[in-house]
């Protein structure tokens, strides 16, 4: 499919106003059906998928915030604490990364290995709820102080692993949530999380993400299930535009797709005589892989791995949805400083 190149606007993006997160939440609109309270007319930003009367086109709102993990970088992640402290930076949406204990409760924690964040070891499917309670989220944890020194701030608070039902509970009901599975097999998994959403009645504010194409079947057994495109698809089709200038079969209107910003890959070249690899940091996300994903009608982009004001300015100017980003705190100041009309073709 030969697509057209995109006209590039020098004005490109406006500054929401500073309105406390209580009163604003601009939300995942056309999955989760959640109703937009907010004054943003003033500057001229709408809620995704309305129409912007107050710039020329091609202008561009700025990109949602998700907390991804909590808040990765701000506190401990996949905390209560995390969350808090996501909640109170105003993220626009927090993300959370799901295993299941042994007796099937499914809690929020993300590596292999307990050892990884917790004074624990082993996996997260080998001990019960009661026992992964019992660990310290936080005791891996670091700060570095002012002399260039680790130090482990949580290890003296008990910052314990929470469950799924916990963190919802603790969420108000107007803010969004990406769901991340991590644990394997998917069907048990996806199982014990509808049974708490059921519980909860949190499928309309649920977007459900997994870079194992399992998930997406797991959960197509449940039809209130909102999910992203598989990983696989995302990756084939940004691959192809990339490499061989093509769009291949691009999503349904309304869909979301998540890929990271930049993206370290290796291209491998096999030959008679063997093969080759070459590294690359690739930016996958370009103006004309946008219009490819957008080729059948709006689809909602999620750039993974914004955490610097020049990468906020250029998925921006992309006309990206939303950025993942590890810390909430450092995003909303770079958003905030965003005051004026950025000029895309400039970087200003």
């Known amino acids: 499919m030969q697509q057209a190149g995109r006209k590039t606007s020098k004005q490109c993006c406006a500054q929401r106003p500073s309105i406390p997160s209580q009163q604003t939440h601009i939300y995942l609109k056309t999955l989760l059906s959640i109703v937009v309270v907010a004054t943003l007319s003033a500057c001229g930003v709408l809620p995704l998928g309305q129409s912007n009367t107050a710039f020329e086109k091609p202008s561009r709102k700025l990109p949602l915030i998700i907390a991804h993990r909590a808040g990765a970088d701000d506190y401990p992640e996949n905390t209560l604490l995390a969350i808090e402290g996501a909640l109170r930076n105003r993220a626009d949406v927090i993300w959370l990364t799901v295993q299941l204990s042994r007796d099937g409760v499914p809690v929020l924690y993300r590596p292999a290995d307990l050892a990884a964040n917790t004074n624990g070891a082993g996996p997260v499917a080998d001990k019960n709820l009661h026992e992964l309670q019992q660990l310290n989220a936080g005791w891996q944890f670091t700060h570095a102080g002012n002399d260039g020194t680790k130090a482990y701030p949580y290890r003296s608070q008990a910052l314990p692993i929470p469950s799924l039902e916990q963190a919802l509970q603790a969420i108000p009901d107007s ?9 394997l097999p998917a069907e048990p998994q996806a199982q014990a999380v509808a049974q708490i959403l059921d519980k909860m ?3 309309s504010r649920v977007l459900i993400y997994s870079t194992d194409a399992s998930y997406q079947s797991a959960f197509e057994k449940f039809p209130q299930a909102k999910h992203f495109e598989s990983r696989d698809q995302t990756r084939g089709r940004l691959a192809t535009m990339a490499l061989a200038q093509e769009c291949v079969s691009p999503p349904p209107k309304d869909s979301w797709v998540a890929f990271e910003y930049r993206r370290k890959v290796q291209l491998l070249e096999a030959f008679t005589l063997g093969e080759a690899r070459s590294s ?4 996958l996300w ?3 892989s946008v219009d490819c994903f957008r080729s059948n009608g709006k689809v909602n982009i999620i750039a993974i791995g914004i955490n610097g004001a020049e990468d906020y300015r250029a ?3 992309l006309g990206i949805d939303a950025v993942l980003a590890d810390s909430p705190q450092k995003m909303q100041a770079i958003r905030s400083s965003q005051t004026n009309v950025i000029d895309c073709q400039s970087g200003r």
């Open 201 to 203: 009645h949190a499928w």
């Open 280 to 283: 690359v940091t690739a930016k």
């Open 315 to 317: 998925a921006a100017c």
């Open 175 to 183: 803010v969004p949530l990406i769901l991340d599975m991590k644990a």
């Open 286 to 288: 370009t103006p004309t």
